[in-house]
């Protein structure tokens, strides 16, 4: 397993002058206004797990043309519209440990940015002429703003495990499940593989988004590069503060649970919810529930064909499992 991660973490340093050189290139091509804000989040850095998702699953199944780095480009370049658009919405100031976008440039320059770069995805991906690759991107992009919707519509009420699920699937993980999809249907390969490919994508895409939310209350900001306890702090329900309003006492817990959902807990009573969720090894449990997920993602792995790349796709599981930022 630690050889795979060395693995994992030399091919991505051989392709990351590719992908960001690509990326580049693509970028000069938006107004300058647009440019200067797409350089901005761009340049934070960031994993680039969706390009590289979307060059991985592509060789496993046998393409090597070098095509392959736009198509991986639009995936990040996505990926960049929607953190514009989170940050907005959100009202974050730290995005990859830099001041987020709209306060450097404004928020309805920011808000012009994200929708160019969104449009300058579905260019990309346009060029391949490949409706397959156009519908998994428009369906991704679809879902990704649902779950944004869907997340506003239900601020200030409570929510249960399930409806949090459905949210971080449109939040992050169809938008990972297109990288994979992509890379499959660029490859040429029957249904059957990018069948695969999906639900490997889908189920890393939930697995990543529930340790993020965990390590929310177990880092602090300059691991993070965002503020830490920043869902708590906004009154968003997720997985970690589910199962710890799951442990308190119903009178305890509706008391805390309407000062969450009004953004009336003091810094001490943030202080104490995460600290209980670190000592009662909650964010553990939380880990356990993306196990489940990634289990189901490698058993998707399992009709892909042996290959260098496959063993990297499969490094990736125990990657996001483990990570710490």
């Not at 305890?252 to 810094?267: A, D, F, H, M, V």
Request: charged share 25%; with cysteine.
């Amino acid at each position: 397993m630690a050889n795979n991660l060395i693995n994992l973490k030399k091919y991505l340093k051989d392709e990351l002058p590719k992908i960001n050189t690509s990326l580049e290139t693509e970028i000069k091509s938006l107004p300058p206004f647009i440019y200067k804000v797409a350089k901005h989040v761009l340049n934070a850095g960031g994993k680039r797990l969706r390009p590289l998702l979307t060059i991985l699953t592509a060789r496993a199944l046998g393409y090597n043309k070098k095509d392959i780095y736009p198509l991986a480009s639009a995936l990040e370049i996505f990926h960049s519209a929607t953190l514009i658009h989170d940050d907005i919405l959100d009202n974050a100031h730290l995005r990859r440990g830099k001041t987020a976008s709209h306060l450097v440039f404004g928020i309805k320059e920011s808000i012009l940015a994200g929708d160019g770069l969104l449009a300058l995805g579905n260019l990309i991906v346009a060029r391949y002429n490949n409706p397959a690759l156009t519908h998994t991107i428009s369906e991704a992009i679809l879902a990704t703003a649902y779950g944004e919707i869907q997340e506003i519509s239900l601020s200030g009420q409570n929510i249960t495990e399930t409806t949090y699920l459905e949210i971080i699937k449109g939040k992050t993980a169809f938008l990972i499940q297109a990288a994979c999809e992509c890379g499959a249907i660029l490859s040429g390969r029957d249904k059957e593989f990018i069948l695969a490919a999906k639900n490997y994508g889908l189920n890393i895409g939930i697995a990543f988004q529930l340790v993020d939310d965990a390590l929310d209350y177990t880092q602090n900001a300059s691991t993070l590069g965002k503020p830490n306890w920043g869902d708590l702090k906004e009154g968003k329900i997720t997985l970690p503060l589910i199962l710890y309003l799951k442990e308190l006492p119903d009178l305890k817990k509706e008391e805390t649970l309407q000062k969450i959902l009004t953004n009336s807990l003091n810094i001490e009573e943030i202080e104490q919810i995460a600290l209980t969720i670190q000592n009662n090894k909650i964010a553990i449990q939380v880990r356990e529930k993306a196990k489940t997920f990634l289990s189901s993602a490698k058993q998707s792995l399992k009709v892909f064909p042996s290959s260098k790349e496959t063993t990297l796709l499969f490094a990736i599981l125990d990657y996001i499992l483990e990570r710490e930022k």
